[in-house]
């Protein structure tokens, strides 16, 4: 990954709620070959852990052990099937993956059980496409995620995507 990439994956996702001093724990749900995932390393306080979940072995590969004094676990697994064995955590990041669920709040709800926050990158798309099987557009996302019980749904920051489109932040607070 390029330095530009991450650059701007740092800008997407950056928010007071992940620095500090204090080591952190996050999940990085559906991280593909770890862009988002080294982005969050970069902002989260040295002896932080992430644990990496996805569904392709081969992608996980890409994620180095450990990244700006951070401990990354990686796991083989699919988000899409539930009943996620998620460890308590400070946060929840899902770059680019909440798009593949057709009905997104029933694992907010189950993200909600086990961090008091989530990071969500998606796509501002109303049309459905391969790569994007049910887009959530903010308005959409935010209805998810408060009927899923986030007590406070905001849109950080949104970029230009690489692909077309635009690709935007969003934080919420869960119960």
Request: hydrophobic share 45%; charged share 15%.
């Amino acid at each position: 990954m390029t330095g530009l990439i991450r650059g701007k994956a740092i800008d997407l996702i950056r928010t007071p709620e992940i620095g500090g001093s204090r080591p952190q724990v996050w999940h990085d749900l559906g991280c593909g070959t770890g862009t988002f995932t080294l982005a969050l390393a970069e902002l989260l306080p040295p002896g932080s852990t992430i644990h990496a979940l996805d569904r392709n072995p081969a992608a996980l590969d890409h994620i180095p052990g450990h990244h700006h004094g951070v401990h990354i676990l990686k796991t083989v697994g699919d988000l899409t099937h539930g009943n996620l064995a998620l460890a308590l955590a400070d946060g929840v990041l899902m770059a680019n993956s909440a798009h593949f669920l057709p009905q997104p709040a029933a694992l907010f709800r189950q993200v909600g059980r086990a961090a008091r926050q989530i990071l969500l990158v998606e796509y501002e798309l109303t049309t459905p496409s391969v790569w994007v099987p049910y887009p959530l557009p903010f308005a959409r996302l935010r209805a998810e995620l408060l009927g899923a019980g986030a007590s406070r749904v905001e849109r950080l920051r949104a970029l230009p995507s690489l692909y077309g489109g635009t690709l935007y932040s969003a934080l919420a607070e869960l119960p």
